[in-house]
């Protein structure tokens, strides 16, 4: 179930539209789209991309992105540690961030502090939610201690995708051991 988190006003919310609302308000696009597609657990990124080719190609058409690709994280991984710490500290990119969830759950947390009005919020995503993350926006992302995620990324240009970190060190003040139910 995706749910909205605000932690400094001790409210949330699994009510997609109350959550569509709130994101669209602050410039995030946040859809609903089906993640029926049963993909065996040796399928390729092109079979992922194909399962979910008639949502995303009219998407990156209209909005002029070039390419897409897939992510798939799993408690074995190799590098799993140092994977899921490259995440968690808070970011911006150059470009749009992209994610469609095919399976797993992950949160994405949001730093949108323009007047001390706002307020840092955290959307734990699952397998069917889009979200579209505005370049600039501060953000950080945790995939739990146990991930098992796999997501479609989309992209105008990878390299404007790299992580930029703010250094601000205020993601550690909200990163608490977050376990992701499977």
């Known amino acids: 179930m995706t749910v909205l988190e605000i932690p400094g006003k001790d409210r949330s919310t699994t ?5 569509r609302q709130f994101l669209n ?6 859809e609903r789209w089906a993640a029926s597609v049963q993909l065996s ?5 092109a079979d992922v991309l194909d399962a979910y080719a008639h949502e995303l190609k009219p998407y990156m058409e209209a909005h002029g992105y070039l390419t897409a690709d897939v992510i798939r994280i799993l408690p074995t991984m190799d590098g799993l540690d140092a994977v899921r710490a490259k995440f968690l500290d808070e970011h911006t990119h150059s470009e749009d961030e992209i994610r469609f969830f095919v399976e797993g759950k992950g949160a994405f947390w949001f730093n949108l ?3 001390p009005a ?10 069917g939610d889009f979200i579209s993350v ?3 926006f501060r953000h950080w992302f945790d995939m739990g201690a146990s991930p098992k995620v796999t997501a479609i990324r989309v992209f105008s240009n990878k390299e404007g995708w790299v992580p930029q970190y703010t250094d601000s060190g205020i993601s550690h003040q ?9």
């Open 15 to 19: 009510d997609e539209g109350e959550i």
């Open 25 to 30: 308000e602050r410039g995030i696009l946040f």
């Open 41 to 45: 657990s040796d399928a390729s990124p």
């Open 113 to 115: 502090a323009r007047t």
């Open 118 to 127: 706002d307020e840092v919020f955290c959307l734990i995503c699952e397998a």
């Open 134 to 136: 505005p370049a600039g």
């Open 174 to 182: 909200y990163n608490k051991p977050y376990e992701v139910s499977l």
